[in-house]
Each structure stands twice: as C-alpha cells, then as structure tokens.
C-alpha cells in the first residue's frame, strides 16, 4: 500500500472542469468528494481512468458522495449510503486498506429536509462499524463540525491539536469518540 495517495475534495457541486484541474495538478489513486449535488439519475458518473462509487439522495439537489478509485486498484468490498460510503481496498500482499468517505449535513439541513440528527448519525456509524477493527483504514469527509483543541487518543498515544478556532460544536464529542 506504500504510495498510494489519497485526496478529498468538498466540491460543491460536481463538475468535470473542477475535476479536470484537481486531477491534472494531482496525482491521486483515490478522490473523495462530498456535496457532489448531483440530482437521482440512471446514468452514473464515469470518468475514464477511474471506477466511480457514489451515493445520490433521493430527494433535494444537495449532498452526494463519490469515491473514484483508479482502475486497476483491487476493490474487495463496498458499503455506502446517502450519508458515507467505505471501500476496502486489497493490497499486493492481501493487506487490506479502508478508505471511508462522509458527508454530514449542517443541523438544520437535516431538520428542513425532516432528518433527525441521530438517524444521520447511525447511518455514518453503520458504514465505519463495517470496517474490520484493526485494519489501516483513513475515513475523509466533510463532518460540519467544529472540534476547537480538543482531540482523540489512541490507546495511550495523545495527540495534541492546537486551533486557532476554540469552538466547540455540538458534534465535537460524538466525532471525536467516533474516530478512536
């Protein structure tokens, strides 16, 4: 799995201009994109090069995730839904590698569109819960969070994060513990 790169874009709207400049200056294996907006359609994103995972809502023009893995890249298995998709991705040696992507609207999105925050939030824990514990995996997104200082610990390593923005959102914790 050495050398594999990984990128993650919220692009606001998918376009393939925006895609064309990101790729021509970026050599990535994997592309995480959140609010794609694209709208339910038959016809799925193919971008030559890549095989596209992606997950439309069904109802409004905002949100939408994608993962595009280079083609050639051995994908194992898949899990998305509206709020995050996760790929586990084969290495040369068996070694398998987890990449998550995730897409939590802000608070009162979810409210506009009659989402509770808790049924957004299951849905996120349902995809990372499918990733085996104990496996290299790296999770992109955008969480509509702020987290301020504080930050996850892993077993007994600290890591320390110093922000300039103190905030501290009412996800904050719940995305912390999520990540450890």
């Given at each position: 799995m050495d050398g594999l790169t990984v990128g993650s874009l919220n692009c606001a709207g998918f376009s393939l201009f925006k895609l064309k400049m990101l790729l021509d200056t970026h050599?990535?294996?994997?592309?995480?994109?959140q609010e794609t907006w694209l709208p339910q359609s038959s016809v799925k994103l193919d971008i030559?090069?890549?095989?596209?995972y992606e997950e439309r809502r069904a109802k409004d023009k905002r949100g939408g995730i994608a993962i595009l893995i280079r083609k050639g890249i051995k994908i194992k298995k898949y899990e998305g839904n509206e709020y995050a998709q996760g790929v586990g991705i084969q290495g040369a040696g068996g070694e398998l590698l987890w990449v998550g992507n995730t897409y939590l609207p802000p608070v009162n999105n979810l409210q506009t569109r009659g989402k509770t925050e808790e049924d957004a939030r299951h849905a996120i824990e349902d995809i990372i819960g499918a990733i085996p514990p104990h496996h290299r995996s790296v999770m992109c997104g955008d969480w509509n969070t702020r987290i301020g200082n504080l930050h996850p610990k892993f077993g007994t390593t600290d890591i320390p994060r110093s922000s300039i923005d103190t905030t501290v959102g009412s996800r904050a914790n719940w995305l912390i513990e999520t990540c450890q």
């Open positions: 050599t990535l294996d994997i592309l995480c994109l030559p090069g890549y095989l596209v």
